[in-house]
């Protein structure tokens, strides 16, 4: 199940949870006010399982490779990791299908404030073309997950700031279409 929250500013460690004081959660509805769509999912049956088949399908999600994010596993996993937290977005889509372990993919919300999403086992996110975003593993430091993609893969991350893209234009106009 995905669970999300409003961050606090501290700059202690990434891979705690970082939890707002008081508590500020932030539902499933609101993320998908900011484009954010999550399901969850039998990871144990991934090959198999046709709820998956069914959102490849109607989204068109053709491609699909399997990370690993452990220290053995990874190669560069230090470096991997500082680029995955750096603030950014991408051209496309970000589709993202946990299948074991366990990490936070943080997403500005429209009054810029860092909202934490924490992904467990069976949780598959979308993030829209043009959100600022970035993961980071949390304190169990592993995650393997299913990256999923709309025909030939294009991770290219464009740091913050990076305004002036169309995707970027395009999601600020389709947040003002759902306010
Ligand atoms: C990305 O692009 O940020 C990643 O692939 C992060 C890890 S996937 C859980
Ligand atoms: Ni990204």
Redesign the pocket.
Known sequence: MVWAWYMDDSCEDQRKPHRLQPEQPVTLEQLRALGVHSYTLDADNYETDPALAKIRKENNYTWMDI?N?HKDTLPNYEEKLKI?YEEHLHLDD?I?Y?LEGS?YFDVRGKDERWIRISMQKGDLITLPAGIYHR?TLDENNY?K?M?LFVGKPV?TPYNRPADNYEARTKYLQSLEQNA
Do not use: K
Request: no cysteine; hydrophobic share 65%.
């Open positions: 990370i994010i995955f970000e993202r946990i990490g993961f995650v997950a990256r991770w």
